[in-house]
T-cell receptor
Framework: DAGITQSPRHKVTETGTPVTLRCHQT?????MYWYRQDPGHGLRLIHY???????DKGEVSDGYSVSRSKTEDFLLTLESATSSQTSVYFC???????????FGPGTRLTVT | GESVGLHLPTLSVQEGDNSIINCAYS??????FIWYKQESGKGPQFIID?????DKRQGQRVTVLLNKTVKHLSLQIAATQPGDSAVYFC?????????FGTGTSLTVIP
């Protein structure tokens, strides 16, 4: 998976609790992305980062926040998890804009 | 081809035959396209990409064709093998963000 790890790989949490997912890369790529994947939908972008401390919103950013304090780490936080956030979350990296993206193995999150 | 419905389009091919998977993209300003393969329980795997200044690009056993006039992308897999069984989807980009199709499920019959 191109030097990308995600943790945890599986998580079950209760509605209203905070959750943080971590993406770690060893490729020193500038861009990092968080997507969610749900049945009936293609991958949808939540947030992305184009450098340390530089982030922007994607098409489904409501209810999510991100942080990137180091090149290699990109954190996704659900401040107060809801059942609609049950999904598989993928992190991706790329060297620049409009270049090939490489994906991590995913995190399956279930909010009960 | 790709669909936004609940059920993935499916394609079944005999081992050794060629496969063609289609994708209709939405934004005429998109200038970069990628095909991905996703196996069950895994992250998407990059297959091949193409920029809008090209009509065709070839890789190992794969070819991507781009028709900008009708906003259509296709992936051709030569001599399909059982290991090619997976979901395939395309992505389009105009810059920092990518938009993904829902995918086509390819089954290779031995």
């Amino acid at each position: 998976d191109a030097g990308i790890t995600q943790s945890p790989r599986h998580k079950v949490t209760e509605t209203g609790t905070p959750v943080t997912l971590r993406c770690h890369q060893t490729e020193n790529h500038r861009y990092m992305y968080w997507y969610r994947q749900d049945p009936g939908h293609g991958l949808r972008l939540i947030h992305y980062s184009y450098g340390v401390k530089d982030t922007d919103k994607g098409e489904v950013s409501d209810g999510y926040s991100v942080s990137r304090s180091k090149t290699e780490d990109f954190l996704l936080t659900l401040e107060s998890a809801t059942s609609s956030q049950t999904s598989v979350y993928f992190c991706a990296i790329s060297t620049g804009r409009a270049t090939e993206q490489y994906f991590g193995p995913g995190t399956r999150l279930t909010v009960t | 081809g790709e669909s936004v419905g609940l059920h993935l389009p499916t394609l079944s091919v005999q081992e050794g035959d060629n496969s063609i998977i289609n994708c209709a993209y939405s934004n005429s300003a998109s200038d970069y396209f990628i095909w991905y393969k996703q196996e069950s329980g895994k992250g998407p795997q990059f297959i091949i990409d193409i920029r809008s200044n090209m009509d065709k690009r070839q890789g190992q056993r794969v070819t991507v064709l781009l028709n900008k006039t009708v906003k259509h992308l296709s992936l051709q897999i030569a001599a399909t093998q059982p290991g090619d069984s997976a979901v395939y989807f395309c992505a389009e980009s105009t810059g920092n963000q990518f938009y993904f199709g829902t995918g086509t499920s390819l089954t290779v019959i031995p």
